[in-house]
């Protein structure tokens, strides 16, 4: 990165008072998930080299998508997460408030056996199983974190006997073992990615009017027998009908490779009104699938780029649209979220990512209130803590950062806005009156420069380089010492008068 002392461009001048309020948002905005897969064990996508974070390896080609869990080329086995580990428990903890999902398409064909009558045998019809001992972790772990709990149910074609209407056995035993077991579940989706149908895990020859029937079957008895359980839903991906879609990878694009239905085709007929609308969004697919969707994959080089940082925004402003139509009034979900469909592109895991994350909750706030699960807490590439050792990677300290500085009004400031220039205003997390500013500089090449009307402190995350895996605060790296302790987020004391940032850099002033 260029020294941050070069002549800047035109000044953008801040305030510290804005005008307009666009809303409040949610407390919980930046929250997470924990596939299915994950508490049971079974596959997931595989483990980046060291070469293919760097840039520097090839991946073998895929040209041909079926049921993504059992594809040797993508996946590979992990055992049950810990969800008892030390430092998982208190770095996720110190995130702060936020939601829990636990879902994700393994979640669709996954047998409850709580009663322990399996031995491990998974019934026909599904293809794992979860134990009573595993989803008690679950309920511990949320509880310990202070979170709130998302699920969504099987509905493969064990829970379609005789290929008739959804059978509740399944649905009934998850609420009510965990009722039992003090924590009743807070919000439930009925199944993950309905609109792909089979390749989702839904029975062979379901149809959008077969998923508008059980969702209701489901969401009738939950809302007679635990109706304080928000009911979320479609939870889409890709959804080609999305109107106002304008970015290339457009909601990743993965629905197109097989047959699919829309949103409106599921939600059309239905009888049970949805509390909160949800999707899924990725920032295209990534390299290890993008030999099936080549137009729908983004290179490294362009993941810097205001192109780039616009499909967020972009797939937030089409599906607010089909939120208005079907919820109006309601919150709207991201329930996952990443760089790149498939597991993460290399970078995921590394500093070039923040940017993207750090824009994606930005915009959302400007769009619309709700509530953005990032994809994952702790597995596979994208996970906020790389898998099986728990230790955080650069979204970790950067969402951290968000959540401990950026409070719930958020102030319109988008006139501010300048060609690789993205600026946003909320309240101060810390109940102070005043304001702070993110402000990501995403040209590679130049300096930005804000005028401040005041003293302010400063946070200034940046690297070495844009794929380190080790992310700078102020010129100090951040890692955690021992097992679980976090280093002080210092600021830098800013005076009134001209700011120059870095290329490359996410800063954070407070006014």
Same mark, same amino acid.
């Given at each position: &990165? ?12 801040? $305030? ?22 994950? /508490? ?23 040209? =041909?998508?079926?049921?993504?869990? /059992? &594809? ?49 045998? /998974? ?48 649905? *009934? ?13 807070? +919000?439930?989706?009925? &199944? ?49 009908? @999305?109107?106002? @879609? *304008? ?7 993965? @629905? ?46 362009? !993941? ?13 402003? @089409? ?5 208005? *139509?079907?919820?109006?009034?309601? #919150? ?17 895991? $590394? ?11 930005? =915009? ?13 807490? !702790? ?19 950067? /969402? ?20 690789? +220039? ?31 009307? *005041? ?7 940046? !690297? #070495?380089? &844009? ?30 008068? !001209? ?13």
């Amino acid at each position: &990165m260029k020294n941050e002392h070069q002549s800047p461009r035109t000044s953008i001048p801040l $305030t510290s008072c804005p005008s307009h309020l666009i809303r409040h948002v949610d407390k919980r905005l930046m929250s997470y998930n924990i596939e299915m897969t994950e /508490v049971t064990g079974g596959t997931f996508w595989k483990t980046y080299t060291e070469e293919q974070i760097a840039g520097t390896a090839e991946f073998p080609a895929v040209t =041909s998508f079926a049921d993504v869990t /059992v &594809m040797p080329e993508l996946m590979e086995y992990y055992p049950p997460i810990d969800l008892y580990n030390k430092r998982l428990r208190e770095l996720t903890k110190a995130l702060g408030p936020a939601w829990i999902r636990v879902s994700g398409t393994w979640a669709t064909k996954t047998y409850y056996d709580f009663e322990g009558v399996t031995g491990g045998r /998974v019934p026909d019809g599904y293809s794992s199983v979860l134990t009573g001992e595993q989803w008690i972790g679950v309920l511990d772990f949320a509880a310990y974190v202070g979170a709130k709990l998302l699920v969504s149910v099987s509905n493969c074609a064990g829970d379609h006997p005789n290929g008739g209407p959804l059978d509740l056995t399944q649905a *009934k035993k998850i609420f009510d073992f965990s009722h039992q077991h003090g924590r009743d579940i807070d +919000a439930v989706e009925f &199944m993950n990615e309905p609109n792909m149908l089979e390749l989702s895990g839904a029975p062979q020859g379901y149809t959008a009017a077969d998923y508008a029937r059980d969702q209701d079957i489901l969401y009738r008895w939950v809302r007679a027998n635990y109706p304080n359980c928000l009911l979320v839903g479609p939870c889409t991906t890709g959804d080609p009908a @999305a109107a106002g @879609a *304008k970015s290339k990878g457009f909601g990743a694009g993965i @629905a197109s490779m097989t047959k699919t239905c829309t949103t409106e085709a599921l939600l059309t007929g239905t009888q049970i009104p949805l509390d909160v609308f949800s999707y899924h969004y990725y920032n295209g697919v990534s390299e290890r699938i993008a030999g099936v969707m080549p137009a729908a994959h983004w290179p490294g080089h362009l !993941a810097h780029s205001d192109e780039y940082l616009a499909v967020a925004p972009d797939c937030a402003s @089409a599906h607010a649209a089909l939120r208005d *139509k079907f919820v109006p009034g309601g #919150q709207m979900w991201v329930t996952e979220s990443g760089d790149a469909g498939g597991g993460g592109d290399t970078w995921a895991s $590394t500093y070039l990512d923040v940017l993207r994350t750090l824009n994606e909750l930005g =915009s959302y706030g400007t769009i619309t209130d709700g509530i953005i699960f990032h994809n994952t807490l !702790a597995s596979s590439d994208y996970g906020f803590l790389e898998h099986g050792t728990f230790l955080p990677r650069p979204n970790y300290f950067a /969402v951290l950062l968000w959540n401990r500085l950026m409070g719930t009004a958020v102030y319109d400031c988008g006139h501010l806005n300048r060609e690789n +220039a993205h600026v946003y205003c909320h309240s101060r997390r810390d109940g102070t009156c005043g304001v702070v500013y993110l402000i990501i500089n995403n040209s590679l090449t130049d300096t930005i420069s804000v005028t401040i009307p *005041k003293d302010a402190l400063r946070y200034t995350l940046h !690297a #070495q380089t &844009m794929r380190a895996s080790t992310m700078l605060l102020n010129g100090k790296e951040l890692t955690i010492s021992d097992i679980c302790g976090l280093p002080e987020l210092a600021p830098e004391s800013q005076p009134q008068g !001209a700011v120059l940032l870095a290329p490359g850099s996410c800063t954070f002033l407070v006014l």
